[in-house]
């Protein structure tokens, strides 16, 4: 009889520790759902352009690129990782990647001041996508750490048609 009561001890405990645990995790996710992630430098754009078409990528260093990301969480969080790809009407022109990690304070914004780095191996394409009006995009993921435990792949993207943000967007934050 006191084998089955210690059974029943051990059972509840692991049934309360699977519940806080699948609470804890649920908590981490929608406190990282709190982060807003917007272009705060238009310029980018601006010099891209110039730069394609004087054809003098392949000296640039890099394009700066400023995003401002706001953690409206209560909790630190880190990302970990950015991979956002840039293109021009379709056509890939580079990518930013992040250098290292970068830790955002609860309820504070930090501006990250990035690199667009070109790439590009087609400039037939690049040279046609430049005629007229141009859609410039910046498509990726952040990946965004609260804990050892729980980390997300944190959606962005920004569309510019001419010199103006047409749409912009990051996780389920509408920034606009």
């Known amino acids: 009889m006191a084998k089955e009561g210690v059974k029943f001890l051990y059972g509840s405990a692991v049934v309360i520790g699977i519940i806080a645990v699948i609470q804890y995790f649920r908590r981490q996710k ?14 980018w754009q601006e010099v891209l352009s110039g730069v394609l078409s004087s054809n003098n990528a392949n000296n640039m260093q890099g394009i700066p690129l400023t995003l401002s990301v706001v953690n409206n969480s ?33 309820n504070s914004e930090t501006q990250l001041n990035l690199n667009i780095k070109l790439t590009i191996t087609d400039w037939l394409s690049v040279g046609i996508a430049l005629i007229g009006q141009n859609v410039y995009k910046i498509r990726g993921n952040f990946v965004i750490s609260a804990s050892v435990f729980e980390t997300l792949n944190y959606p962005y993207y920004v569309i510019m048609t001419g010199s103006e943000i047409t749409d912009e967007q990051s996780g389920e934050c509408v920034v606009n």
């Open 74 to 106: 209560k909790i630190d969080v880190t990302i970990k990782d950015i991979d956002l790809d840039v293109s021009v009407d379709g056509v890939s022109l580079g990518f930013v990647e992040l250098d290292e990690e970068v830790e955002l304070s609860a």
């Open 30 to 43: 929608r406190l990282l759902q709190d982060i807003c992630i917007s272009n705060v430098s238009l310029g």
